[in-house]
């Protein structure tokens, strides 16, 4: 199984919405590269999981489109800023697909990175993307992008 782990793009300021802000034109963008790059990696996520906020559905959005895939999110408080690492895990461990890709939150989804594998960085810039794979066994750190970085 691989796994891509990408943190939410850059956000407006404004909450008017209850699941929080949406992303700003550089979120899209940064999204948008974050999409490119994993086209270009070959990725081809079967499962896409986000944390319901709407900053972390609008990059899964943008990564898909530029993947030219369709998917339906699995929507889950799990993947939340105050999600727990082990329940992510356990959670992605017991899914029957190929590849999938999370889209979350620099807490959550750092400490599940770290928690995967102990050189995975715990902190990281928006739109960062990391890869792992998983033997059945353990989980193999495969590479990190600060996608969201190649935008200014």
């Known amino acids: 199984m691989k796994l891509y782990l990408v943190r939410h793009g ?3 300021s404004d909450y008017t919405s209850e699941r929080g802000p949406g992303l ?11 999409g490119r790059f994993l086209r270009a990696q070959r990725a081809a996520p079967e499962v896409l999981i986000t944390s319901g906020y709407l900053r972390a559905q609008e990059t ?3 990564i898909l489109a530029q993947l030219n895939i369709t998917l339906d999110p699995v ?3 799990d ?37 995967l594998h102990f050189q995975a960085p715990p902190y990281f810039d928006t739109c960062t993307v ?3 794979e998983f033997d059945g066994q353990k989980w193999k750190f495969l590479w990190f992008n600060d996608c969201g970085r190649s935008v200014l």
């Open 75 to 77: 929507e889950s408080h």
């Open 130 to 132: 990391m890869a792992f």
């Open 24 to 34: 700003s034109s550089r979120g899209e963008e940064q999204a948008d590269a974050v």
């Open 79 to 115: 993947f939340s800023p105050s999600g727990d690492p082990d329940t992510m895990r356990a959670i992605i461990e017991s899914l029957a697909a190929k590849e999938i890709l999370v889209v979350g939150h620099m807490t959550s989804i750092g400490e599940l990175a770290h928690a």
């Open 60 to 62: 899964a959005t943008h």
């Open 10 to 12: 850059a956000y407006r």
